[in-house]
């Protein structure tokens, strides 16, 4: 596998370079080229700028044969991005990201092929949502008070915005001339640490794997190396949460190195866990990841989303199923 994954890596490498061997099959050079997926992608129904009618559009127009659409907790771009694909050779896969505590930090945990129409899960989104509505309130009342010039509307946009992030601050501030970009937002004010930083509501990882599980999805670690824990802690937390039911850790990543990603599958091997891999495409509010391309090396492999979907058809636990209760 990691013959085939340095063969695929490099071959993508060249291809960036526009240096694909003469030697290479017309056949081997169609296959490398487009079969590849993107399992982490936002849209404007949480922090991304595209619709998910656009985000399923860009996916196709870039090649992709599957992508995730994994809004923070939030479902409701899903059927939009999924009836947007239709007809075309493109698997449009009903993804979430949910925020979780640990030691002090915030990690992601994606959930893949989960069941929207879940309960459970609808109802512990809304839950969320409906604090994260409370700490924008006073986010932004925080700002006022400062002499910020930034409104309600300001934070909406044009979009419906169903879910409205710190990236919808920092966009806000960039709008009224507050900061010159995005980044700045962030690192003067919005990052863990700064003065507008009010952490949202979390819920446990135990929490976040099992309600992902009930909804008969993948859980999966997002951007293991984010959390900057060294090697050993990274490793740690990856145990720990697959004590609790993980099943994916996110090896391929719009930051991660070569190396970087075959120590994640490493640890993946190791642990009886299965590698993903996705860009956090955000459109325009991370102009500097490209979907399905991260930052121009990434590339994830279809082979990825077959090993999961061969997971989940094994690991069919009824008990676990979001299904109605006798
Ligand atoms: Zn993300």
Redo the contacts with the bound molecule.
């Keep these: 596998m990691i013959k085939l994954f340095m063969k695929y890596y490099s071959a993508v490498r060249m291809k960036n370079q526009l240096i694909i061997p003469q030697n290479l099959s017309e056949i081997i050079k169609e296959e490398l080229i487009m079969d590849w997926i993107d399992l982490?992608v936002?849209s404007s129904a949480s922090d991304g700028t595209l619709s998910p009618s656009e985000v399923t559009r860009l996916a196709f127009q870039t090649g992709l044969r599957a992508y995730a659409l994994?809004d923070?907790d939030t479902i409701s771009g899903i059927d939009e991005a999924v009836k947007a694909a239709d007809g075309c050779k493109l698997e449009v896969i009903a993804g979430i990201?949910l925020s979780c505590p640990y030691r002090e930090k915030e990690i992601?945990i994606l959930g893949l092929y989960i069941d929207s129409q879940c309960e459970e899960l609808k109802e512990a989104l809304s839950s969320l949502r409906a604090q994260r509505r409370e700490r924008n309130e006073a986010l932004l009342l925080h700002f006022n008070r400062d002499g910020f010039p930034i409104t309600k509307e300001d934070l909406i946009g044009d979009g419906d915005a169903g879910v409205i992030t710190r990236a919808h601050f920092a966009r806000a501030l960039l709008k009224k001339g507050c900061v010159s970009s995005m980044d700045q937002a962030f690192r003067s004010y919005l990052d863990q640490g700064k003065k507008y930083y009010l952490p949202k509501k979390t819920i446990p990882p135990r929490e976040a794997v099992r309600l992902i599980r009930r909804a008969g999805g993948f859980p999966a670690l997002?951007h293991p190396l984010q959390y900057k824990l060294g090697w050993k802690m990274t490793e740690e937390l990856i145990l720990s949460l697959k004590e609790q039911g993980l099943a994916g850790v996110e090896a391929y990543y719009s930051s991660h190195t070569l190396n970087d990603c075959l120590r994640l599958r490493d640890i993946c091997r190791r642990h009886g866990l299965l590698p993903t891999g996705g860009s956090?495409f955000h459109g325009d509010n991370k102009p500097d990841i490209k979907l399905g391309r991260g930052r121009g090396r990434l590339y994830v492999p279809i082979s990825l989303l077959e090993d999961i979907k061969m997971h989940l058809r094994e690991e069919v636990i009824y008990d676990n199923q979001c299904q109605p209760e006798n």
């Design positions: 982490h936002h994994t923070h990201e992601h997002a956090d």
